[in-house]
């Protein structure tokens, strides 16, 4: 059974940084790339960084130069740093395996990240 455990979130205030971390399993994970999505508030779910088993990064525009992906093949899991954080980045955050945009499977519970003062 494919399962993804996502951790870390909370608030914080703008300009502040979290460091989210996914702990998968039930995969052979150094073979999948790996992504992370958030959906916000009356949003679509979208993605946010992916990283691919060679290590190369994508980030969406609107994360770039603040979020850091990297993944952890010896502990199944995959983080991501967030600096710099905006109140636009409020969303549940989830981690899932698979291509650019292709999730392949079931979505974990997610971590809520909320940013205000």
């Known amino acids: 059974q494919v399962q993804f455990v996502e951790s870390g979130g909370g608030l914080v205030q703008p300009g502040g940084s979290l460091r989210l971390s996914c702990a998968a399993s039930g995969i052979i994970f150094r073979i999948y790339h790996m992504g992370w999505y958030r959906q916000g508030p009356g949003k679509q779910r979208e993605l946010v960084a992916h990283?691919?088993?060679?290590?190369?990064?994508y980030y969406a525009d609107s994360v770039k130069g603040r979020f850091t992906i990297s993944r952890d093949n010896d502990k199944n899991t995959v983080y991501l740093q967030m600096n710099s954080l905006k109140p636009e980045d409020t969303a549940v955050y989830y981690c899932?395996?698979?291509?650019?945009?292709?999730?392949?499977?079931?979505w974990g519970q997610g971590t809520q990240v909320t940013v205000s003062s």
């Open positions: 990283v691919s088993t060679g290590g190369n990064t």
């Open positions: 899932n395996a698979g291509g650019l945009n292709t999730p392949r499977w079931a």
